[in-house]
């Protein structure tokens, strides 16, 4: 079984920046592809960047191109995402996510393991 903690999140000013982590424990996330997804309240799921294993083939949503980037340090069982340039509408809980089939986590569907999910706040 894997678990996966996210950390990083919190309240920041527009223009901003914040990193997430998101550190899995219990077994290596070997080959698997890995991704971010946020909700906001009263809104559905989506995704905001993922990334293969390699660190290869990396998504993001239109929303965060130029603002949002993964990372992961497959040593330290870790994925990042870099969010720099906040926006209010940034708002809401971060996960990370991962499966080891980079389809399942880049269309956003149901991928095997999820973090709990890191609050971020962005005031204007």
């Known amino acids: 079984q894997v678990q996966l903690v996210e950390s990083g999140g919190g309240l920041v000013q527009a223009g901003g920046s914040l990193r997430l982590s998101c550190v899995a424990s219990?077994?290596?996330?070997?080959?698997?592809?890995m991704g971010w997804f946020r909700q906001a309240p009263g809104k559905e799921r989506e995704v905001v960047a993922a990334?293969?294993?390699?660190?290869?083939?990396?998504l993001y949503a239109d929303s965060v191109k130029g603002r949002f980037t993964i990372s992961r340090d497959n040593a330290k069982n870790t994925a990042y995402l870099q969010m720099n340039s906040l926006k209010p509408e940034d708002t809401a809980v971060y996960y990370c996510?991962?499966?080891?089939?980079?389809?399942?986590?880049?269309?956003?569907?149901?991928?095997?393991?999820w973090g709990q999910g890191t609050q971020v706040t962005v005031s204007s």
């Open positions: 990334c293969r294993w390699s660190g290869g083939d990396k």
């Open positions: 219990g077994r290596t996330l070997s080959g698997y592809a």
């Open positions: 996510a991962a499966d080891a089939s980079y389809g399942t986590v880049v269309t956003g569907a149901r991928s095997r393991y």
